[in-house]
């Protein structure tokens, strides 16, 4: 089985340890839930694991020559631009000039998936929050990227939203398999759409509970040892 | 308010203001002191007759456009850079504070030394471009850090965040950076032109006219002069309304 690897990982920011001989192991193909109290140092793995922050020390493998998708706790749409042309904007590098017809092609094929045709032309003004958060999703998944990082995504959105977004995510991921790394503080949500998951201590970060294909296992206790350790 | 309604009272507003100029020149009865109305039209449009007035007038927008041009390439340019390094901002902020508080007539007094002849477009250029460079830096600061990561996360390519993200970002402040520029410099390259006595400009003959006690034609002058600088202010509404979407 093919993995990222984080190696002996050492980060700091002005003598803040967050980092410091951190390793671990994420299963390309699947979904690894992150949880870790907040201020742990998940945005920063994150930031690492996508190229944008540098370790000071140790190496992370699996990542050369891959595309990241995000998907931020806000949207980060551009106001200025509609649904169709925020997909756009980040689609633009992977495709020729001319394929202009493709994108398009590609922007209504994933604004269907999250239940926004029809929406293409709105301005993000326009949109609900979980609208907009959807719109997000679809653009994430439109970048043809073989690592999707995701920062607590769903904290802002309200609860019924929160499970309908939930069920598009794992819709799509169904057809779409790609390796995603999702950090959030909801157990519930991290238990619902990984695979995988890590609990993260304060930093210097540690791993202090993990378990694999989740989904074999019996969710009342695997949620109360995730309780525990968080 | 319904815009019919408001149409209606800024005419009954011009109207009020018509009846009270009426009135003062009736009270004190002296067309070389006080021209009414009337008198002041008939000056107004005997000036358009007379043979240099397309001279005297395009005389002053060039002067408008020239210091324009040097208020916005400076400003921008300085701007920008004042905008993305903090260090250059505090260094240029004693400047544009001198700039900005110093009065117009200070300026014109101590150009008119330096400069006689391009009095106006210096004042013009000083005027304008402490406003211009204020509101690019404004609008540096005002581009959302989140975007630029967001693009950045994605490997969006440098050209494309310039002209999707930073330029749509600073557009408004730009937009408005101008248009109160263009109201302050034109009235103040007009005052540049009081004082320097170009052969051809609105300050100056607006100054010829006082010195001669001609009232209407002074009156005529700085209507034409107020004519103008609606029409200018008329024209960058409309390219606002063309280059900035309002979605936001
Ligand atoms: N760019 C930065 N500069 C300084 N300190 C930072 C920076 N990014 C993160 N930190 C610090 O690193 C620690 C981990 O931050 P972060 O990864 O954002 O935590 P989390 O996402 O788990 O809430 C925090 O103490 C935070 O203050
Ligand atoms: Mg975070």
Redesign the pocket.
């Known amino acids: 089985m093919k993995m990222l690897q984080l190696n002996d990982i050492y980060k700091n ?2 003598g ?1 340890v ?1 980092y410091s001989g951190f390793s671990l192991e994420i299963r390309e193909g699947v979904t690894t839930g992150i949880l ?12 690492m694991l996508g190229g944008v ?1 540098k370790p000071d020390k140790g190496e992370i493998s699996g990542v050369d020559g891959k595309t990241f998708s995000y998907i931020f706790q806000e949207p980060r749409l551009l106001p200025w631009k509609t649904v169709r042309q925020n997909i756009e904007f980040v689609l633009e590098k992977y495709y020729a000039k001319d394929s202009r017809d493709r994108i398009a092609e590609i922007c209504d094929f994933y604004l269907q998936l999250v239940d926004l045709h029809g929406f293409a032309d709105y301005y993000p003004s326009q949109l609900s929050g979980g609208m907009s958060q959807r719109v997000s999703v679809a653009r994430a998944f439109a970048v043809p990227s073989d690592i999707i990082l995701m ?2 995504p769903f904290g802002g959105i309200d609860i019924n939203l929160k499970k309908n977004i939930i069920e598009k995510f794992l819709k799509i991921c169904e057809n779409d398999r790609r390796t995603v790394v999702h ?1 959030t503080h909801d157990v519930d949500e991290a238990l619902a759409m990984s695979d995988d998951i890590f609990v ?1 201590s304060k ?1 210097p970060v540690k791993v202090v509970f993990e378990k694999k294909n989740i989904k074999k296992e019996n969710l009342t206790t695997l949620k109360d040892a995730v309780i525990g350790n968080l | 308010m319904r815009s019919s309604t408001k149409n209606i009272i800024v005419i009954a507003s011009v109207a009020v203001l018509l009846v009270l100029w009426e009135v003062a020149a009736l009270c004190i009865g002296s067309e070389n002191v006080m021209p009414g109305p009337w008198a002041t039209l008939v000056a107004t449009i005997k000036l358009f007759g007379q043979k240099d007035f397309v001279l005297v007038v395009f005389s002053t927008i060039l002067r408008g456009i020239v210091s324009f041009v040097i208020a916005v390439v400076l400003g921008v340019a300085l701007g920008i850079v004042a905008g993305l390094h903090e260090g250059f901002d505090a260094f240029m902020k004693p400047w544009v504070v001198v700039m900005r508080s110093t009065p117009v007539v200070a300026f014109v007094l101590l150009a008119l030394i330096w400069f006689s002849r391009s009095t106006a477009v210096f004042i013009g250029v000083l005027t304008m471009f402490p406003i211009i460079f204020t509101n690019i830096v404004a609008g540096i600061r005002n581009v959302d850090v989140k975007l630029i990561e967001m693009a950045r996360f994605y490997k969006v390519r440098r050209r494309s965040v310039i002209r999707n993200v930073y330029v749509p970002s600073i557009a408004p402040f730009m937009v408005s950076g101008i248009s109160s520029a263009v109201g302050i410099g034109w009235r103040a390259i007009i005052v540049g032109e009081v004082l320097s006595q170009p052969r051809y400009g609105i300050g100056g003959s607006l100054q010829l006219a006082q010195m001669q006690m001609n009232v209407e034609v002074l009156i005529a002058w700085t209507i034409i002069a107020v004519l103008l600088g609606a029409l200018f202010e008329k024209i960058i509404r409309l390219i606002e309304n063309v280059t900035v979407k309002r979605h936001i």
Request: proline share 5%; charged share 20%; glycine share 14%.
């Open positions: 920011f002005d803040n967050v870790g109290p907040s201020g742990c140092g998940k945005t920063t793995l994150l930031n922050l920062d607590e950090v993260l930093s």
